[in-house]
T-cell receptor, first 115, second 111 residues
Framework: EAGVAQSPRYKIIEKRQSVAFWCNPI?????LYWYQQILGQGPKLLIQ????????DSQLPKDRFSAERLKGVDSTLKIQPAKLEDSAVYLC?????????????FGSGTQLSVL | TQLLEQSPQFLSIQEGENLTVYCNSS?????LQWYRQEPGEGPVLLVT?????EVKKLKRLTFQFGDARKDSSLHITAAQPGDTGLYLC???????????FGAGTRLFVKA
């Protein structure tokens, strides 16, 4: 079974530039998550989609971050403009139905460095 | 906001030693999960514990969920270099569907 695909693996940008990340979840998984993992910390949920609707985006900095999941399959996460503190690994995950205690399948992440 | 605290933050041991890492909270969680993350990869689920007092074993790994469902532990017997990684606990929020992660315990097992 193919896993969660993310691209690019690495991205280096200067502050105030924009950047976009792409995620393709496991086929048939209704729920898609974007997590931010800063070095030395655990993953922090940015946004959770159920099909193409947003379930939770309470920790998404909406003044600079945006995400969409058109057609309920793949998703993009955008940062515009980027700040130094956005340097982190951005992990995409998916699960079958989004229920409590459900197994999350993670991609390998995109490592973002903002200079 | 429910928080999960993990200890120790870092652990370096010799191959063959036993170890226990902890995941604690002042809040009740409906379930707790343990994930392992290797450098450059996403976390991979090891186990989910749901019932207070539950104990699950996965080869040399033993997971326990506290009776009050506020804490959990992971015990590794006879650690091997392949056990090296970041061990994350994650809890399902009560009254919601958000999964919250702790900061993790970084384990290094020397051959």
């Amino acid at each position: 079974e193919a896993g969660v695909a993310q691209s690019p693996r690495y991205k280096i940008i200067e502050k105030r530039q924009s950047v976009a990340f792409w995620c393709n979840p496991i086929s048939g998984h209704a729920t898609l998550y974007w997590y931010q993992q800063i070095l030395g910390q655990g993953p922090k949920l940015l946004i959770q989609f159920q099909n193409n609707g947003v379930v939770d985006d309470s920790q998404l900095p909406k003044d600079r971050f945006s995400a969409e999941r058109l057609k309920g399959v793949d998703s993009t996460l955008k940062i515009q403009p980027a700040k130094l503190e956005d340097s982190a690994v951005y992990l995409c995950a998916s699960s079958l139905a989004g229920g409590r205690s459900e197994k999350l399948f993670f991609g390998s992440g995109t490592q973002l460095s903002v200079l | 906001t429910q928080l999960l605290e993990q200890s120790p933050q870092f652990l370096s041991i010799q191959e063959g030693e036993n170890l226990t890492v902890y995941c604690n909270s002042s809040s009740v969680f409906s379930s707790l999960q343990w994930y392992r993350q290797e450098p450059g990869e996403g976390p991979v689920l090891l186990v989910t514990v749901v019932t207070g007092g539950e104990v699950k074993k996965l080869k040399r790994l033993t997971f326990q969920f506290g009776d009050a469902r506020k804490d959990s532990s992971l015990h590794i017997t006879a650690a091997q270099p392949g056990d090296t990684g970041l061990y994350l606990c994650a809890g399902a929020e009560t009254g919601g569907f958000k999964t919250i992660f702790g900061a993790g315990t970084r384990l290094f097992v020397k051959a």
